[in-house]
């Protein structure tokens, strides 16, 4: 699976929108970007994921470049509740039939 | 998003004994599940895939017979580490994923052996 960069950490004014930059340079055709968060002590929670498209749920909306090789992740109006590790994850095929590698992710805190 | 739950939430052992974790789909049949292990201040990393009804795959680096893990049905799998020891001190954390689904995970189990 291809590797991705995010930076180590971030903040994000209350009620502001956080954008979550990932690199993905090296994503292959049949590659998928995930983004799971990780709030602390707790599993991994699913946010959103795409393919070529920009792709928006209730949660977040996802914006992926048209080389495919970066994407954003966009929390439109942060909380307190979103302080988390965000993971940028590509798997080929979908995740159901491939495992998941998880980097380093990016440390979102959001303050006041 | 789909529910995964696991038992026990924590558990603290003595060394040499051996602990059974589960991983249950509540609301959907899982035709594979994943395990990861997360050291402190540290990512995930996957230790091992099981399908239904099949021996698990082992990432490189995870002993088989130490860490072993049964699939029996849809929607329960079970992870025992074997002869505990403090390095194996983890959060132990399940996904559960069916066909053309993404993977939901667990709430994991905080492991500390004495």
């Known amino acids: 699976d291809a590797k991705t960069t995010q930076p180590t950490s971030m903040d994000c004014a209350e009620g502001r929108a956080a954008n979550l930059p990932c690199n993905h340079s090296t994503i292959s055709g049949n590659e998928y970007v995930y983004w799971y968060r990780q709030i602390h002590s707790q599993g991994p929670q699913y946010i959103i994921h795409?393919?070529?498209n920009n792709e928006t749920n209730e949660m977040a909306s996802l914006i992926i470049t048209e080389d495919r090789k970066s994407s954003t992740l966009i929390l439109p109006h942060a909380t307190l509740r979103d302080t988390a590790v965000y993971y940028c994850?590509?798997?080929?095929?979908?995740?159901?039939?491939?495992?998941?590698?998880f980097g380093q992710g990016t440390i979102l805190t959001v303050h006041p | 998003g789909a529910v995964v739950s696991q038992h026990p939430s924590w558990v603290i052992c003595k060394s040499g004994t051996s602990v059974k974790i589960e991983c249950r789909s509540l609301d959907f049949q899982a035709t594979t599940m994943f395990w990861y292990r997360q050291f402190p201040k540290q990512s995930l990393m996957l230790m091992a895939t099981s399908n239904e009804g099949s021996k698990a795959t082992y990432e490189q680096g995870v002993e088989k017979d130490k860490f072993l893990i049964n699939h029996a049905s849809l929607t329960l799998s079970t992870l025992t580490v074997t002869s505990a020891h403090p390095e194996d001190s983890s959060f132990y954390i399940c996904s559960a994923s069916s066909q053309n689904n993404e993977q939901f995970f667990g709430p994991g189990t905080r492991l500390t052996v004495l």
């Open positions: 994850i590509v798997a080929a095929g979908g995740t159901s039939y491939g495992k998941l590698t």
């Open positions: 795409g393919l070529k």
